[in-house]
Structures are given as C-alpha cells and as structure tokens.
C-alpha cells in the first residue's frame, strides 16, 4: 500500500492494513475504515476508553509557541 498522508488522532492507535481496514496498535484488532473513520474512533473510545478529541486538543496546546502568535494592536 501507498503511503498516505493521515491526519486523524486516531491514527496514533491504528495501522493501515490496506485501502479498506486497519489494525488496532493497542489490541490487534482488525476493522474496517472503508467509508469513514467513525468505526476506528468508537473502537478506541469504547474498548480502550481514549478520547481522540481530548487527545487532539492536548496535543495542540502543547505545540503552541506563544512567540509565534502575532498581535493584532500591530495591524491596527
């Protein structure tokens, strides 16, 4: 299979088998991921009980750099 581009949390738990399932990374499990990844994420949620938003949003706060952020008195 190709290498794709992911950009879905639920990737951090999940291995693409092919174009149609993927793999667990936690338990092995094979499922399905042809139409969405709504299966992948409930899996994760429900068995292993990690919530991917929360995880999202921890991931984003820790990668910000306040140096970065440009202010807006600067443009006016």
């Known amino acids: 299979m190709s290498q794709q581009r992911r950009f879905s949390a639920v990737w951090q738990y999940m291995?693409?088998?092919?174009?149609?399932?993927?793999?667990?990374?936690?338990?092995?499990?094979?499922?399905?991921?042809?139409?969405?990844?709504?299966?992948?994420?409930k899996h994760v949620t429900g068995v292993h009980g990690i919530n991917i938003a929360?995880?999202?949003?921890?991931?984003?706060e820790e990668t910000i750099d306040v140096n970065d952020v440009v202010s807006l008195s600067s443009y006016i």
Do not use: G, H, I, P
Request: overall charge positive; glycine content about 0%; some cysteine.
């Open 15 to 41: 291995t693409a088998f092919d174009s149609t399932y993927a793999v667990c990374d936690v338990c092995k499990k094979k499922l399905s991921y042809k139409t969405s990844l709504t299966n992948l994420k």
């Open 54 to 60: 929360e995880r999202v949003d921890q991931e984003t």
